[in-house]
């Protein structure tokens, strides 16, 4: 890609991503978003936006192996008759109520797809299309980190409880021996699609557009989710924390994007040997 094109890439990336309609993905509402723009800024206009992206998502990744590690104390410590796991026992039963040779067919589809083989090729798939699109390495830095975290996490949770699956008696094969929680497979699949439904979000105009870039990641992770119950390979509760472990990631990595952003904006270049693309410190997007 020549300089001139590459130029346009880069302009056109912060042109179209830090407004959303009439929201402003830049502008940060409280003292402390503020000055940890205000910080973002100037270590991204020291080594590169891209740079400072990688790093922050970096240390993200170790707050968000943390996250996991205070999550499982505090599921360790409520798990009990009269504890949020309780409802495991009632729910698994209601699950395999419902079983038939569809929902079996469809739950074990469902756990190929987005199993520990589908989530990453589909993963890669998404860099390439999006990062090809977009002729930038942001949704490559931002897709793989994603998924670097949400493995960490799903690795420390597991190491640290060691929580027994459901009997084997209750599941349906093939059988997994893996500890119970959380839920991988509904922790990838709620960070992967959506960080991969923010990112087509970022660039969709039509409100319908935009309705489904969000809907569809959400029904994806419901939908992952509720099969493992069916299938028996997890208890409720190990879906619930893959879920809200996965939501809390993806928020860190969607702030540190509009972090990124920000630093763009304001003047930082892509990378050490980046160009200014914005014409100056504090010109906004669109301007001139």
Do not use: C
Not at 238 to 265: I, Q
Not at 266 to 277: C, F, I, L, Q, R
Request: aromatic share 6%.
């Amino acid at each position: 890609m020549s300089d001139e094109r590459q130029r346009a890439a880069d302009g056109g990336e912060v042109q179209q991503d830090a407004r959303v309609g009439a929201y402003d993905l830049t502008h940060w509402y409280t003292p402390i978003g503020r000055t940890v723009a205000r910080l973002f800024t100037e270590v991204g206009r020291r080594v590169g936006a891209h740079p400072a992206l990688a790093l922050t998502l970096a240390i993200g990744i170790g707050v968000a192996f943390l996250m996991s590690f205070l999550v499982s104390r505090v599921y360790d410590a409520v798990t009990d008759r009269n504890g949020v796991a309780a409802l495991d026992g009632p729910l698994l039963f209601a699950a395999k109520g419902l079983r038939d040779p569809v929902t079996d067919g469809f739950s074990a589809g469902v756990a190929v797809v987005f199993g520990p083989v589908g989530m990453p090729a589909m993963a890669v798939l998404a860099i390439l299309i999006l990062s090809v699109r977009r002729r930038s390495v942001t949704p490559l830095i931002l897709i793989a980190a994603a998924g670097v975290g949400s493995l960490l996490m799903t690795i420390a949770g597991k190491d640290i409880i060691d929580r027994h699956r459901p009997p084997r008696v209750d599941a349906i094969p093939p059988f997994e021996s893996s500890p119970s929680f959380p839920s991988g497979h509904t922790l990838n699949a709620t960070v992967i699609a959506g960080m991969v439904g923010y990112l087509i979000w970022l660039r969709r105009h039509a409100i319908a557009a935009r309705v489904a870039a969000i809907a569809v990641p959400v029904v994806i992770a419901i939908v992952v989710g509720l099969t493992r119950i069916l299938l028996g390979a997890h208890w409720f509760t190990d879906v619930l924390a893959g879920w809200l472990l996965g939501a809390a990631w993806l928020a860190l990595v969607v702030t540190a994007h509009r972090l990124y952003l920000t630093a763009r904006r304001h003047g930082a270049p892509p990378g050490p040997e980046g160009t200014e693309v914005l014409g100056g410190r504090g010109r906004r997007a669109g301007s001139g």
